[in-house]
């Protein structure tokens, strides 16, 4: 499958995806500018989206919309914050769908 990528993030987060050649959306971490650029991403239709844990909140109404479909493949990573969890979630979930199983389970 080919296409493209997003990433997602504050300047900080995108630059080193920068030199591998990958759209990179830098954003102030205002939701409406998160809700926007995470709009344009989905009509852009990207197929892997790489989004920093802090702003992954805020574009989850939108992203949230595709987590049971193939594409895009949403993946949030935490970043120099300190992890609430989202990214965990997020990645569990993700891992649920490919394998049928809940890998992440903490028993």
Known sequence: MQGKVAILGSADFVMPYSALG????????KAEHIVQTAQ????DKYILVIVSENMAQAAHEIFGRFS???VPCVLVVPFTTESKGFAIK???KLLKIATGINILQNN
């Open 90 to 92: 997020s990645l569990s």
């Open 68 to 70: 049971t479909k193939p």
């Open 22 to 29: 990958v759209d990179c959306f830098a954003i102030e971490d």
């Open 40 to 43: 344009k991403i989905i009509n």
